[in-house]
């Protein structure tokens, strides 16, 4: 039995009639007759009731045309999914963020890509700049987001968005400090060797505003970091984005000072990375940002 024989049977039994049925699959009527004479002769058994005047279903053909209706109907539904795992992204996404990504970001990058591609799974690693760009030289990682400017030749970066810098402590002992009073405070940095590209640039704020930051503690995480901020251990520097909506913290953005200083936040794969979708994908996380 061959899906056109399934396909002429059905169209003559609801045509009930083999000339209309015949215009109906842009074919002659003799064709038609032989196909379904070959389905009646494979099944055994007569489908249609024939004679000069009309054409009818037999019990046995009424029978077949409902199971064959559900059986065309599940094939189409198999067309149309096999359709859309090629036209969409299947499969799974490892993704790779830094602790510092704004944590509404994720979630509306997952909320996106779970709308657009809903046979993708997105699996979310979080990891420094300098282990993702490690991660996605030897294919444990597709797509990155990294705030690490070190020139990569293999590693290919886009401009995600540029995050200012702040200083930000407890609202109860450090809102009315002056920056003398604050340079003299408990500093809450990361670990220089685990966040070089962050360490560089809080110390270049702290230089351009006047003082050395006194590192008291360190941190491997941006939400260790701010936690310790909020239990009042000492102060941080913190992207604005990160910061901004935390209850209990007092902020004062570079721009407020003498310089706005941005720390770049990138999106990055390996430039060899065929994946199919990919770019689609990296589309899809740059508009959200926009």
């Known amino acids: 039995m061959e899906l056109r024989h399934i396909l002429y049977f059905k169209t003559l039994a609801e045509e009930l009639h083999f000339g209309n049925a015949a215009k109906k699959l842009f074919i002659s009527q003799p064709p038609l007759s032989r196909q379904i004479k070959e389905l009646e002769n494979e099944l055994q058994v007569d489908l249609f009731h024939r004679n000069n ?52 970001l994720i979630a509306r990058i997952l909320e996106d890509l779970k709308h657009s591609f809903p046979n993708l799974q997105v699996n979310l690693i979080e990891a420094s700049s300098q282990s993702q760009i490690k991660a996605l030289e030897n294919g444990r990682l597709d797509l990155a987001i990294i705030r ?13 968005f540029k995050d200012e810098l702040c200083l930000v402590g407890h609202q109860d002992s450090f809102g009315q400090q002056s920056i003398d009073q604050i340079s003299k405070m408990d500093y809450i940095s990361f670990n220089q060797d685990y966040a070089p590209e962050y360490s560089r ?13 006194k590192v008291k503690h360190q941190c491997n995480n941006m939400n260790a970091i701010l936690e310790l901020v909020r239990l009042k251990v000492g102060y941080a520097i913190a992207p604005l984005s990160m910061v901004k909506d935390i209850p209990d913290l ?30 689609q994908i990296m589309e899809r996380i740059m508009k959200i940002q926009k």
């Open 53 to 104: 005047k009309k054409v009818e279903l037999t019990e046995a053909g009424q029978y077949f045309y409902s199971q064959i209706n559900e059986l065309i109907d599940h094939l189409e539904q198999v067309k149309n999914t096999t359709r859309l795992i090629h036209e969409q992204v299947s499969g799974e996404l490892r993704l790779g963020y830094i602790s510092s990504t704004p944590k509404g």
């Open 148 to 160: 690490s400017s070190i020139p990569n030749p293999i590693i290919v970066k886009k401009l995600l």
């Open 250 to 279: 007092s902020i004062i953005s570079s721009s407020g000072l003498k310089k706005k200083l941005d720390s770049n936040v990138y999106l990055a794969f390996h430039q060899d990375n065929s994946r199919t979708g990919l770019i």
């Open 201 to 213: 640039l809080s110390e270049e704020f702290c230089n351009t505003i006047g003082f050395e930051p």
